[in-house]
């Protein structure tokens, strides 16, 4: 099974790149499944059903979310019955699936998503316990688990922690893509952040101007989407029968 994976979709734009750069995707990764981080999609912050659909439409299978994952509370009208998956290290009570099994010809993929706790602030359960208590749990051919934080540390920590245990890792949240693909000691396929899908000159998607206004004044701001034409796509492309990781990176 060859599939797909796009870090974070940020905003508009970030459909838009998708939209630009698939058919590129298509003949230089040819995949079975596309998948893709969609925490961002809505403004630069959470999921709303106009935009979940715009990414079904665009012929993505799964999506995973993050911190962001609340930030539009229409998510909690569809996210039950929808093809995405949250952090499966919140509390128990927290709406939407710890994990999402798709199926491709006669194969199962389980997806996943840990979030990592340093420089996060949500109120997370453990995500080595996590790991421990739900992978045991899943009956599919073949596991995919977006890891969802801030330090390169922890993600590595907790990938090699179930290195052989599920088929990737890949981490998202920083937007920013690593140069470290690879595939672990134990054969689990791994990149520290699959990076983002959006503008390429803004702050991680964000107006630039914004952020850094931000950071001289030390005033609280409310980001907003950076607003260009020049576009950037990052993913990786993994095959999970001959263990091959491919990084995905185009811009205009
Ligand atoms: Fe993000
Ligand atoms: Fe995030």
């Known amino acids: 099974m060859r599939i797909v994976f796009l870090g974070d979709i940020y905003g508009e734009n970030g459909l838009k790149a998708v939209e630009r750069f698939l058919p590129r995707i298509k003949n230089d990764y040819p995949h079975d499944l596309l998948l893709a981080n969609g925490e961002n999609v809505s403004s630069g912050l959470g999921l709303n059903k106009a935009d979940y659909k715009g990414l079904m439409r665009l012929g993505i299978r799964g999506v ?3 911190n962001h994952a609340f930030s539009k509370a229409e998510l909690f009208e569809f996210i039950e019955d929808a093809n995405i998956v949250r952090a499966a290290n919140y509390p128990k009570n927290t709406p939407g699936k710890n994990v999402l099994t ?3 010809n006669g194969q199962t993929l389980s997806i996943i998503q840990i979030m990592g706790r340093i420089f996060m602030g949500d109120p997370l359960n453990n995500p080595f316990e996590t790991l421990d208590e739900l992978l045991p749990t899943i ?3 073949y596991i995919f688990v977006d890891l969802h934080g801030e330090a390169t540390s922890e993600k590595l920590a907790i990938a090699h922690y179930i290195d052989g245990r599920v088929d990737a890792v890949i981490g998202t949240h920083t937007h920013v893509p690593t140069n470290d693909a690879m595939m672990l000691p134990k054969g689990t396929l791994y990149q520290s952040d699959a990076g983002m899908c959006g503008v390429k000159f803004g702050i991680l998607g964000a107006d630039r101007d914004t952020v850094i206004n931000k950071f001289t004044s030390g005033m609280p701001v409310r980001l907003r ?3 260009d034409k020049v ?3 990052n993913g990786v492309c993994l095959d999970l029968e001959k263990k091959t990781i491919k990084t995905i990176r185009y811009s205009d």
């Open 64 to 66: 995973t979310l993050g």
């Open 102 to 104: 798709l199926n491709y």
């Open 139 to 141: 009956d599919s051919d």
């Open 225 to 227: 989407p950076h607003d």
């Open 231 to 233: 576009l950037q796509l």
